[in-house]
């Protein structure tokens, strides 16, 4: 029998689910990652993967918004995470007999499942919490979403040394198994008509919108551009500056960075409303990513990933709710197109940056996508300013 949860309750149980799953995601993150370059025993291997996983992403941004009025957001969340968790049960029982190929469908699948998913779970917010309360809402899951990838990173070289990488996925699968449990146990009345005739193309679903909501989109494409390069320098420059112990540097970078996204909750509400903030924390984000590979000290490292953290936090949470003010279908389209936009981003980024990293020092590599986040910004705000 379904339980039948008031408001408040129902957020917080899909709070719950969504940070289990996204610990799962963040443990899964090293440990598939280690997993399929010793499987494969080269870069190569392990960038097709992740060309595989990103190339799901996109797609999944892009058909989420037809599954919803298919299936319906909740429908399509629970499946989402179930295939997820057969997939990674499917990979614990094979290990590397599954080969490059059963990593490329784990990929496929882990890619798109998790696009899908979080264009389910930014859409349904409005639908689950009072009216006027969404910063105020998406500031839980930015918080508790930090604390899963504290969680997930800090936990993984320990289950991995304790059970393997079979214990690593099983726990995966775990979390994606009682997110999608929770999520089955919910009811919601959602607020998202069924739409007869084909969505329009995405110039037609930004013009409905406006032209603020374009901007605030195409800055987060390009700061997805430029995440990419951090992301992919950091186990260079970790290896280059810790040695063996290259791992214990990336967890205490990640974990400071989850630390501030920690503390933005508290401060994100009173600019919910604000495209400035938007545009302000994603330049200093970008240039707190910067100085962290500069190889400051420890301690002021901390201090530099907290204040990305933080960044990262605010922008996420004004962001999300500027998008959730759009109604209907609308929405769920728009948080489509921003998915696989974010995706198309942090895609080529990772193409181009993989193709200058072994020509070019990290840092440069790191300053100048950044400097092209913070370029694209600027002149979006500049251009939004005129327009409105």
Do not use: K
């Amino acid at each position: 029998m379904t339980t039948l949860l008031a408001p408040p309750a129902r957020f917080t149980a899909l709070v719950t689910a969504v940070s289990v799953s996204a610990f799962g995601n963040f443990l899964n993150l090293v440990a598939l990652s280690l997993f399929t370059y010793a499987v494969t025993g080269s870069a190569w291997g392990l960038g097709l993967v992740m060309a595989a996983r990103l190339t799901a992403g996109f797609a999944g941004g892009l058909v989420a918004p037809s599954l919803v009025r298919l299936l319906g957001l909740r429908r399509l969340m629970m499946s989402s995470d179930l295939a997820q968790a057969v997939v990674m049960c499917a990979l614990a029982a094979l290990g590397s007999s599954a080969g490059l190929p059963g990593l490329v469908v784990t990929a496929l699948v882990l890619g798109a499942g998790n696009s899908i998913s979080n264009v389910c779970v930014r859409a349904s917010v409005p639908d689950l919490v009072p009216e006027g309360e969404n910063a105020r809402s998406n500031g839980r899951l930015v918080t508790w979403r930090a604390l899963a990838v504290i969680a997930g990173y800090a936990s993984a070289s320990t289950i991995i040394a304790f059970g393997g990488f079979v214990l690593a996925f099983s726990v995966n699968a775990a979390s994606f198994a009682f997110s999608a449990f929770v999520v089955s146990r919910l009811r919601w009345n959602e607020s998202l008509p069924p739409v007869r005739r084909a969505s329009g193309p995405s110039a037609s679903l930004l013009r409905a919108v406006g032209p603020a909501i374009a901007v605030l989109v195409a800055v987060r494409a390009a700061d997805a551009f430029g995440s990419a390069s951090h992301n992919l320098s950091l186990p260079v420059h970790a290896s280059a500056v810790a040695g063996a112990d290259a791992a214990v540097f990336m967890s205490g970078f990640w974990a400071s960075w989850a630390v501030g996204a920690f503390t933005a909750r508290f401060v994100a509400p009173r600019f919910a409303h604000s495209t400035t903030a938007f545009v302000v924390g994603t330049c200093v984000m970008s240039a707190s990513f910067v100085l962290a590979f500069t190889g400051p000290p420890w301690p002021v490292l901390i201090l530099v990933m907290v204040c990305a953290g933080f960044s990262d936090g605010l922008t996420e949470i004004v962001y999300t709710s500027r998008l959730q003010e759009v109604h209907g279908d609308l929405r769920v389209r728009l948080f489509g197109l921003s998915s696989t936009a974010e995706t198309a981003g942090f895609a080529s980024g990772t193409l181009v940056a993989s193709a200058l990293l072994p020509t070019l020092p990290v840092l440069g590599v790191v300053a100048g996508f950044h400097t092209v986040a913070v370029v694209c910004a600027l002149a979006l705000a500049l251009v939004s300013r005129r327009l409105t």
